[in-house]
């Protein structure tokens, strides 16, 4: 089985708990941005979940935001996929983000995650693409 969604809107990361009295608190940017991953992939995917055995494969694209300040030529070449980010948020939170959003969704648990890629492009429409198959 494989499954293919899209996030629209800019790449989120996984921020790190704020502590309250001593509680872990997720920041409520992170928590509203889990729900969206899940909101999406419900509506996109549907109720297709991975067998609570399975191994998987997760590829994320994450597309960022062409800065308005940047030239013609930048520009092009940062569409053109010449030109990369290398800002935050940091690949690795972005799959945090995306892997967690996913619990009890799309499978049991993300440790049935055991291949991982994660790219980072700029686009004039950002977004997340998120492909998850199984390894057969």
Request: aromatic share 8%; proline share 5%; hydrophobic share 35%.
């Amino acid at each position: 089985m494989q499954v293919s969604f899209t996030v629209l809107g800019e790449p989120k990361g996984k921020a790190r708990p704020r502590f309250v009295k001593g509680h872990a608190m997720t920041p409520k940017d992170t928590a509203n941005y889990e729900t969206l991953v899940h909101m999406e992939y419900l509506s996109q995917c549907g109720d297709k979940k991975f067998s609570d055995d399975a191994m998987l494969d997760m590829r994320i694209k994450a597309y960022y935001s062409i800065p308005k300040s940047a030239s013609k030529k930048k520009k092009a070449a940062m569409a053109m996929g010449m030109i990369r980010p290398t800002k935050k948020p940091d690949m690795d939170n972005v799959v945090k983000v995306i892997a967690d959003s996913l619990n009890q969704v799309a499978y049991k648990d993300d440790t049935q995650i055991v291949d991982c890629q994660c790219r980072k492009f700029y686009s004039e429409s950002p977004r997340v693409e998120v492909r998850i198959k199984e390894i057969i």
